[in-house]
C-alpha cells in the first residue's frame, strides 16, 4: 500500500519561513503529479502547489512568488518551500500523489502563522 507522511510544519511568526517534506513509501503506477493542499478551519481544502512528473509546476494565486514546489532525485518525495508567511497561511497542509487512476494523501501537518 502506499503511504505518504509529512513533516516540516510548525508555529512561525508573520514574514518567517517553513520548509515541508513528504516522503512516500510502497508502489506508483502511471504518475502524474504530486502536491500540496490545504485545509484552514472551516473552509474546503484547495490547492497550494504541485508539480507533474515532467517537472512543471502550479501554483495559487495566493502563494506565487512566496512558495516553491520541487521533487526529490527518488521521484517519491516533494517539498514545499514556503516564505514571507502570512497569518492567512495558518492551516493544515497535505502531500498528494497523483496517478492515472488514484490519489493518496497524507495525514497533513499543521502551520501556524502568528501575527
Known amino acids: 500500500q502506499v ?3 509529512e ?3 510548525g508555529l512561525v511568526q508573520a514574514g518567517g519561513s ?13 504518475l502524474v503529479a504530486m ?5 484552514a478551519a472551516g473552509k474546503q481544502r484547495e490547492l497550494v502547489a504541485d508539480i507533474a ?8 494565486d495566493s502563494v506565487k512568488g512566496r512558495f516553491t514546489i520541487s521533487r526529490g532525485n527518488a521521484k ?3 517539498y514545499l518551500q ?3 508567511l502570512k497569518p492567512e497561511d495558518t492551516a493544515v497542509y497535505y502531500c498528494r500523489t497523483r496517478t492515472s487512476f488514484n490519489n493518496y494523501w497524507g495525514q497533513g501537518t499543521q502551520v501556524t502563522v502568528s501575527s
Open 76 to 78: 517519491n518525495t516533494v
Open 7 to 9: 513533516s516540516g510544519g
Open 35 to 39: 502536491g500540496w493542499y490545504r485545509q
Open 18 to 30: 517553513l520548509t515541508l517534506s513528504c516522503t512516500a513509501s510502497g508502489s506508483f503506477f502511471n
Open 3 to 5: 503511504q505518504l507522511v
Open 82 to 84: 514556503m516564505n514571507s
Open 53 to 60: 512528473n515532467g517537472g512543471s509546476t502550479n501554483y495559487a
